[in-house]
């Protein structure tokens, strides 16, 4: 197995491009299944989940052709709508075939995703849906089969405990395409990303309204064709790099982000004194020179809330800044394996339930040791810790990473970072773990 070794305290300058948006990537591949024709799907990032997609879409039939590294050209002429257990346990993100499945064939056949490191993650919502639309659904030897012969359109109220569902208004919205009249989603999500899915939908022949707004309207059975997409910037790669520059005192102007990081995230920075400006065209420019941090109160929620996904990175943030900072997580209370490790490298976090309470310091500096990463939010937290802290971090898992971050050791060390990636057995061998314990 990989690991990571980084060797902190260096200030990060320059320029930095964040890749196509992985969440955005996968629900779009799943709509390829939509249409017959052919789709080109552009600035698509090169990740271990999204060639387990690939893989996926292979499996249920559909031609996959790498144009280059980021373009994909899919042809899904003839499918078989059903996802077994070894694909899906590998990246929950595939439970978005069902919707596609359902669309363009009356019929889904996708095996249940297991347990997730981050929470429950449960898929009530999607079934919920489904049920309102007409299917009939039941489970049978672990796999969701869902029938939907003669969906009809309807109004689907799709909230719930913790808000709107991502995954689930793409899976809804997707369905409810082969439905009989319109179907219209109220406490849909409006998270960039399925903007990108609809903007996509649409492009395929799809009448979608309502776009970026919490209720969709969608007029079902319409003929869809194939069509171009370019994937949207990833904003939480984005969001992390501002992180990276703040914590190394850095100077970094960061492209190739088509949405917006997000009000939230850029109304916290504000209030912690951060000077990061984002600009017209999607630049993002972090200067933190002669700047001094304060902690901050930061709850997540869906979008245009703060993201969950950079709850992890914040917290590293927060741990390095003078004051008590609160952060709250309201999407999955669950979610901060991260926090015991950034706490073994010297940090202050108290966990009391779904709150995490930071002793923040800037004077009391993380130290580098042994971390082990627990998905792939966590990971990227553990990193920003390496780059900041003194000595040598060695990171274990980081598969994790490799999940939703394209090139993200090349892409820091560019900007003046030094980590370098080994092999955990060739390690220990030639130097031998000790060295960061
Ligand atoms: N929920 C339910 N019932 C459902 C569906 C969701 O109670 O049927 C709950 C979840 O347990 C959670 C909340 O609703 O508490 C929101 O979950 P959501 O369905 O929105 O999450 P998701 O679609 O499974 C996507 C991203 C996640 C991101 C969340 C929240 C993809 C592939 N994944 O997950 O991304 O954290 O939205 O924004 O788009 C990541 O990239 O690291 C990641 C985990």
New binding site residues.
Partial sequence: MEIARIIGGRELHGEVFVSGS??AS?PILAACLLTSEECIVENVPDLSDIRLMVDILRNVGAIVEYVDAHTLRICAADITPRAPYDAVKQM??SVCLMGAFLGRMGHSSVSLPGGCV?????????IKGFKKLGCAVDIQNGYLEVKGGNMIGTHIFLG???G?????TANVLMAALGARGVTVIESA?C?P?IIDLCLFLRKQGAAIGGIGTNTLTIVGQRKLHGCRHRIIGDR?EAGTFICAGLMTKGCITIRGNTPKVGGAVYDKLEEMGANVKEFEDGTIVVDSKKQKLRSAEIITLPYPGF???LQAQFCTLLSCIDGISVVSER??PGRFMHIPELNRMGADIMLEESHAIIHGSSKRKLTGTQLMASD??ASAALYLAGLCAENETLIHRVYHLDR?YEQFEEKLCNLGANIERLQEANLTKEEGLQRAS
Avoid: F
């Avoid at 981050?118 to 999607?126: K, Y």
């Avoid at 709107?164 to 689930?168: D, L, P, Q, R």
């Fill in positions: 992985k969440n996968l929950r993100a981050i929470g429950q993650r449960p898929i009530d919502l999607h719930g405990r913790y709107s569902t991502v995954t689930g999500a998270e990303e939480i993201p969950t996904d999407i999955y792939l939010r939703g």
